[in-house]
Nanobody, 124 residues
Framework: QVQVVESGGGLVQAGGSLRLSCAAS????????MGWFRQAPGKEREFVAA????????SYADSVKGRFTISRDNAKNPVVLNMNSLKPEDTAVYYC?????????????????WGRGTQVTVSS
């Protein structure tokens, strides 16, 4: 059984930065394509960013493009989401997900394992 665990959430002022990390126990993250999703209160879970198994392919939601960066170093376990120029509308619970496919992009149904989420709050 694979467990996905997020860390790094918190409270930050608008314009600030946060770094989220995602690790997998049971098997190393390098065996999976990874994605980040977020869910704000009263809204559906939405795609944020994704990366393939090798780290050569990435994709982003239009709302975060140019501000967020997803990366991975398969010699180390975590997959990282660097978030810059944060806005109040980025406030949400952020979820990391792992997919057995080589790359799953924004397709929520293609992800096999999900973390419990980490709260990101951006104050205005």
């Amino acid at each position: 059984q694979v467990q996905v665990v997020e860390s790094g959430g918190g409270l930050v002022q608008a314009g600030g930065s946060l770094r989220l990390s995602c690790a997998a126990s049971g098997r190393t993250v390098s065996n999976y394509a990874m994605g980040w999703f977020r869910q704000a209160p009263g809204k559906e879970r939405e795609f944020v960013a994704a990366i393939d198994k090798s780290g050569g392919i990435t994709s982003y939601a239009d709302s975060v493009k140019g501000r967020f960066t997803i990366s991975r170093d398969n010699a180390k376990n975590p997959v990282v989401l660097n978030m810059n120029s944060l806005k109040p509308e980025d406030t949400a619970v952020y979820y990391c997900a792992a997919s057995s496919w080589s790359y799953s992009g924004s397709n929520k149904g293609a992800y096999d394992y999900w973390g419990r989420g980490t709260q990101v709050t951006v104050s205005s």
